[in-house]
């Protein structure tokens, strides 16, 4: 299964080439978070969109910025707040000289769309992404408004804080392919941001990132079309299917992960094939996916919450319990 045409042996190293050098650049910026910028590239590979989860100052802004870099695409950042309304995010019509009406288009029209602290905007504010998410357009006074071909949203939350917070509906969660979260770096790590820093290297300055530009719009297409023809036989998509299925039944779950994590984990999987300088899937990259697909698609049973037991680890056991198919 996969893509109608096979990949050839170049194709498959010129593309894990490319991959690898995007992340040797992410690398030099966002220093100690190496799972995470993988995720992130396998994400906008499968077309798919990222919630980023962590403590404020830990880089998921400066990982975005730097992943545009790299690729040299059209960003756009919006900063969610209470008061924001759908029509500051999709766009609105307006009424020109001449009597009649135009769109003005939204932050939403870009390749890299960074939706910053997305739980602070209400339900109302965050259901204006749900359609550019899912349909990769919005819809303005009854007309569509067909978003780039590029367009991927990633998402930022702080988990401690929730003053002043509203809590996404699980509908949007499901259209984040995955979520990745992360914490705060090693000694090592954090002392190499402050040497960087004293280098002249500044976040807010994407000038001083010193990051290379390994492709364009035309070369991530390719990318993209390349990791649909990675190939993935019957008994990996029937090891997706049952994992997936599990969390439906699982006691330590009350809610499970839809079809949509299905496909999800196996657009990653064929993502991480081809960066890994694969044309077909193996079990172990089903496996090293599953958590960030599933972790914000399940709900935990709320006696198992009140003993301190994560999502992370409900999935994990299902990992471990779920036969794989051997490679």
Same mark, same amino acid.
């Given at each position: 299964?996969?893509?109608?045409?096979?990949?050839?042996?170049?194709?498959?190293?010129?593309?894990? +080439?490319?991959?690898?050098?995007?992340?040797?650049?992410?690398?030099?910026?966002?220093?100690?978070?190496?799972?995470?910028?993988?995720?992130?590239?396998?994400?906008? /590979?499968?077309?798919?969109?990222?919630?980023?989860?962590?403590?404020?100052?830990?880089? &998921?802004?400066?990982?975005?910025?730097?992943?545009?870099?790299?690729?040299?695409?059209?960003?756009?950042?919006?900063?969610?707040?209470?008061?924001?309304?759908?029509?500051?995010?999709?766009?609105?019509?307006?009424?020109?000289?001449?009597?009649?009406?135009?769109?003005?288009?939204?932050?939403?029209?870009?390749?890299?769309?960074?939706?910053?602290?997305?739980?602070?905007?209400?339900?109302?504010?965050?259901?204006?992404? /749900?359609?550019?998410?899912?349909?990769?357009?919005?819809?303005?006074?009854?007309?569509?408004?067909?978003?780039?071909?590029?367009? *991927?949203?990633?998402? *930022?939350?702080? =988990?401690?804080?929730?003053?002043?917070?509203?809590?996404?509906?699980?509908?949007?969660?499901?259209?984040?392919?995955?979520?990745? *979260?992360?914490?705060?770096?090693?000694?090592?790590?954090?002392?190499?941001?402050?040497?960087?820093?004293?280098?002249?290297?500044?976040?807010?300055?994407?000038?001083?990132?010193?990051?290379?530009?390994? /492709?364009?719009?035309?070369?991530?297409?390719?990318?993209?079309?390349?990791?649909?023809?990675?190939?993935?036989?019957?008994?990996?998509? *029937?090891?997706?299917?049952?994992?997936?299925?599990?969390?439906?039944?699982?006691?330590?779950?009350?809610?499970?992960?839809?079809?949509? +994590?299905?496909?999800?984990?196996?657009?990653?999987?064929?993502?991480?094939?081809?960066?890994?300088?694969?044309?077909?899937?193996?079990?172990?990259?089903? &496996?090293?996916?599953?958590?960030?697909?599933?972790?914000?698609?399940?709900?935990?049973? =709320?006696?198992?919450?009140?003993?301190?037991?994560? +999502?992370?680890?409900?999935?994990?056991?299902?990992?471990?319990?779920?036969?794989?198919?051997?490679?």
């Amino acid at each position: 299964m996969g893509g109608s045409e096979a990949l050839t042996e170049d194709e498959v190293s010129r593309h894990a +080439a490319s991959a690898g050098r995007v992340l040797t650049e992410l690398a030099r910026v966002v220093l100690g978070q190496d799972a995470v910028l993988r995720e992130a590239l396998l994400a906008l /590979l499968a077309r798919g969109h990222v919630l980023l989860e962590g403590p404020p100052g830990t880089a &998921k802004t400066l990982l975005v910025r730097a992943l545009n870099e790299a690729l040299g695409l059209e960003f756009r950042r919006i900063q969610f707040t209470p008061d924001l309304m759908p029509s500051d995010v999709t766009g609105v019509s307006m009424l020109t000289g001449q009597g009649s009406f135009a769109f003005r288009p939204g932050p939403l029209f870009a390749d890299l769309v960074l939706a910053d602290e997305i739980n602070r905007a209400p339900a109302k504010t965050q259901a204006a992404l /749900l359609e550019a998410m899912e349909e990769r357009s919005v819809t303005v006074d009854g007309e569509r408004h067909a978003l780039s071909a590029a367009f *991927t949203v990633f998402a *930022t939350q702080n =988990p401690i804080e929730f003053e002043g917070t509203y809590p996404l509906p699980e509908a949007e969660l499901d259209r984040f392919m995955l979520k990745s *979260t992360i914490d705060y770096p090693d000694t090592a790590t954090e002392e190499g941001v402050l040497h960087r820093v004293l280098t002249g290297f500044e976040s807010s300055d994407a000038s001083s990132f010193g990051i290379g530009r390994v /492709l364009d719009a035309a070369g991530l297409a390719e990318l993209r079309d390349a990791v649909r023809r990675v190939r993935v036989e019957p008994a990996l998509t *029937t090891y997706i299917t049952a994992l997936v299925r599990a969390t439906r039944g699982a006691p330590a779950l009350s809610l499970g992960a839809s079809p949509r +994590a299905s496909v999800a984990l196996l657009k990653l999987s064929q993502a991480a094939a081809l960066v890994d300088g694969r044309d077909y899937v193996v079990p172990d990259d089903v &496996k090293s996916l599953a958590t960030p697909v599933l972790r914000h698609r399940v709900i935990l049973a =709320p006696e198992l919450e009140l003993e301190g037991v994560t +999502a992370d680890a409900a999935v994990q056991t299902l990992i471990e319990r779920v036969e794989a198919p051997r490679a």
